[in-house]
T-cell receptor
Framework: LAKTTQPISMDSYEGQEVNITCSHN???????ITWYQQFPSQGPRFIIQ???TKVTNEVASLFIPADRKSSTLSLPRVSLSDTAVYYCLVGPDTGRRALTFGSGTRLQVQP | DGGITQSPKYLFRKEGQNVTLSCEQN?????MYWYRQDPGQGLRLIYYSQIVNDFQKGDIAEGYSVSREKKESFPLTVTSAQKNPTAFYLC????????????FGEGSWLTVV
C-alpha cells in the first residue's frame, strides 16, 4: 500500500484558499487518491477522489500531476467550520486491500 | 454515516473484562473495517473483512477479536489482553470497485476504569 506523507498542521484565515499536499511516491498504477475530513469525535467523511489531472466538486478540488506522486487538496474560501483533520488515502479497489490512513493534516482556521 | 450504526456510543470497562462493540450496516457493502484512534492521533487499522466468514488482521490486531457471520454485522471484542484499550473506535464499510471510498460510523468511546 502506498505510504503517504502530509504536513502535520496548517493554519489559515477565513476566506482564504487552503492547499494541502500529500506525497505518495510509490503510488501504483491502479491506485486512487481519496481525501477525507474528520471533526473531533466523529468518523471521517469523504471529500473528494481522483485518479489523475483535476477533479472538482461542490466543496473542494483535487489536483494530481502527471506523475501522480503527489496530490493537492484545495479548499476555496475556508470558514471556521473547515477546522478539522484532513487525511489523504491512496489505494486500489477496497475489496482487495486493507485501507491504512496516514497521520493527517490538522487545519486550524482563524477568524 | 446514516447506514452504519455503532453501539454503544460510550462504554466503560473494568480492567480484566472483555467488551464487545457493535457495528451494523444496511448499505449492502462487502468490506467492513475497525479502526482505533487515540486522542490527537490518526486512525490505525485493527481488523478488516472483505466477505462473510473471512477477516484479516490489520496493523494493531493484538488484544482484539472479530467475527463476520453476517454481511451486515462486524462486532469487535476488546479482550483483557489489550493492555491499553482506552480509545475512540471507528467502524467503516466500503463497496468493492469503489476506488477506496470508505464510509464511517459515528464511533464508540471506550474507557477503562
Amino acid at each position: 500500500l502506498a505510504k503517504t506523507t502530509q504536513p502535520i498542521s496548517m493554519d489559515s484565515y477565513e476566506g482564504q484558499e487552503v492547499n494541502i499536499t500529500c506525497s505518495h511516491n510509490n503510488i501504483a498504477t491502479n491506485d486512487y487518491i481519496t481525501w477525507y475530513q474528520q471533526f473531533p469525535s466523529q468518523g471521517p467523511r469523504f471529500i473528494i477522489q481522483g485518479y489523475k489531472t483535476k477533479v472538482t466538486n461542490e466543496v473542494a478540488s483535487l489536483f494530481i500531476p502527471a506523475d501522480r506522486k503527489s496530490s493537492t487538496l484545495s479548499l476555496p474560501r475556508v470558514s471556521l467550520s473547515d477546522t478539522a483533520v484532513y487525511y489523504c488515502l491512496v489505494g486500489p479497489d477496497t475489496g482487495r486491500r486493507a485501507l491504512t490512513f496516514g497521520s493527517g493534516t490538522r487545519l486550524q482556521v482563524q477568524p | 454515516d446514516g447506514g452504519i450504526t455503532q453501539s454503544p456510543k460510550y462504554l466503560f470497562r473494568k480492567e480484566g473484562q472483555n467488551v464487545t462493540l457493535s457495528c451494523e450496516q444496511n448499505l449492502n457493502h462487502d468490506a467492513m473495517y475497525w479502526y482505533r484512534q487515540d486522542p490527537g492521533q490518526g486512525l490505525r487499522l485493527i481488523y478488516y473483512s472483505q466477505i462473510v466468514n473471512d477477516f484479516q488482521k490489520g496493523d494493531i490486531a493484538e488484544g482484539y477479536s472479530v467475527s463476520r457471520e453476517k454481511k451486515e454485522s462486524f462486532p469487535l471484542t476488546v479482550t483483557s489482553a489489550q493492555k491499553n484499550p482506552t480509545a475512540f473506535y471507528l467502524c467503516a464499510t466500503a463497496q468493492t470497485a469503489s476506488g477506496n471510498t470508505i464510509y464511517f460510523g459515528e464511533g464508540s468511546w471506550l474507557t477503562v476504569v
